[in-house]
């Protein structure tokens, strides 16, 4: 044995130390593959999570986009038109000059010009308004589901919503979200008021040298109502509508103010507070005044090709204004009809530019 062992031991020592070397390759190569695998299983689960939130995100998105298309436009739109109806009641008047007529001592000529008067004008200030809300209200719905659309990207790229701890931020970012949508019915509740009060100023300066007899074509029609919203658009400070649209929050105006500079501290600010700033910034911005412009000229065109249409040609040719106020005073219900059955809507949604411009403003392209 020991013969054995001195002769061989060098072999042994050998043979040994390649056996050992060669099971620590072993184990060193075994790790390596563990540890491969284990990067792999881990990608793997990165990579199911990463689809995970962007099916969530995706989810999410979808929802607000339902939310404002099956509830918060339809609501705004029931509103506003309930409330048109009851503030711009042409019906009244319409009455009180059809009992008048055909017995002339019932009212005297003075009154009876004095009621046509305010017929004309309240039967166009109507129809603007119905216009200019019921196409305010889709753009102004559709801006705030593209920055709602665009926060929660960023919200989710950050990590937001993939951790349990952030969950109860995360509820309150809903809360948030939902105060934001509603604040959809602002204009029907807050801002139509002073809405009527300058539709009516802007429709008395351009009607107040018609007369009941004047022929109306197409073209004149059109041209009316275009000045109409020209010179509401046009009074005061250059965006005093959007005070119609959202309310004129000072916090808020302070965080446009600042915002651009480094300074800016909005640590302060809620996810609302942020949401609005952006959304009135949006409204203000040279763009979004471009898309209002077109929007309203493409109603009108598809207004008055309707009203046309309606007078079976009689309007292409010209009709006294007084046979157009009560057609006038019919389309008026129309444009505030619910968004599944508005086609004015659906032309609205229709627009190339309107589309490209959303498409641009989620994306966050530089729009201002
Ligand atoms: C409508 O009437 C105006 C004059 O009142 C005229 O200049 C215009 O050409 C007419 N338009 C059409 C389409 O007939």
């Known amino acids: 044995m020991w013969e054995f062992w001195r002769r061989h031991k060098r072999k042994v020592y050998v043979t040994l130390g390649v056996l050992g070397s060669g099971y620590l390759v072993y184990k060193l190569y075994d790790a390596h593959r563990r540890r491969l695998s284990d990067l792999e299983r881990e990608l793997a689960g990165r990579h199911e999570s990463d689809e995970l939130i962007k ?98 990207y960023i919200d989710t790229a950050r990590g937001i919503g993939s951790s349990q ?65 020209d010179t509401f658009m046009s009074m005061g400070n250059p965006h005093h509508w959007v005070d119609y649209l959202m309310p004129q929050d000072a916090r808020v105006q302070d965080l446009i103010a600042s915002s651009g500079s480094d300074s800016t501290d909005l640590s302060h600010a809620t996810k609302f507070d942020l949401l609005m700033a952006e959304t009135r910034a949006v409204l203000s911005s040279a763009e979004f005044g471009n898309i209002v412009d077109m929007t309203l000229k493409t109603v009108v065109d598809a207004l008055v090709e309707d009203i046309e249409v309606q007078s079976e040609g009689s309007l292409s040719s010209g009709m006294p204004l007084a046979k157009l106020l009560p057609r006038i005073a019919q389309m008026a219900p129309l444009l505030l009809e619910e968004p599944s059955r508005n086609r004015f809507i659906q032309i609205i949604r229709n627009i190339q530019e309107v589309e490209l411009f959303f498409t641009l403003l989620y994306a966050n392209a530089p729009i201002g």
Do not use: C
Request: charged share 20%.
């Open 55 to 152: 099916a969530q995100m995706q989810a999410h998105f979808e929802n607000i986009q339902r939310i404002s298309d099956m509830t918060t436009l339809p609501h705004a739109m029931l509103s506003l038109s309930s409330q048109v109806a009851e503030e711009l009641d042409v019906m009244n008047l319409a009455e009180r000059l059809m009992k008048g007529k055909g017995r002339p001592n019932t009212l005297a000529s003075s009154e009876r010009l004095e009621l046509w008067d305010r017929l004309k004008i309240l039967s166009f200030t109507r129809m603007a308004l119905s216009l200019w809300a019921m196409t305010m209200l889709s753009l102004y719905i559709r801006v705030q589901v593209n920055i709602l659309g665009r926060h929660l």
């Open 165 to 229: 701890l952030l969950e109860e931020a995360d509820l309150i970012e809903r809360n948030d979200e939902q105060q934001f949508l509603s604040s959809a019915d602002f204009l029907s509740n807050d801002g139509l008021s002073t809405l009527i009060s300058n539709m009516q100023a802007a429709a008395s300066g351009v009607l107040k040298g018609n007369h009941l007899k004047d022929l109306f074509n197409t073209t004149v029609l059109h041209d009316t109502i275009v000045q109409i919203l």
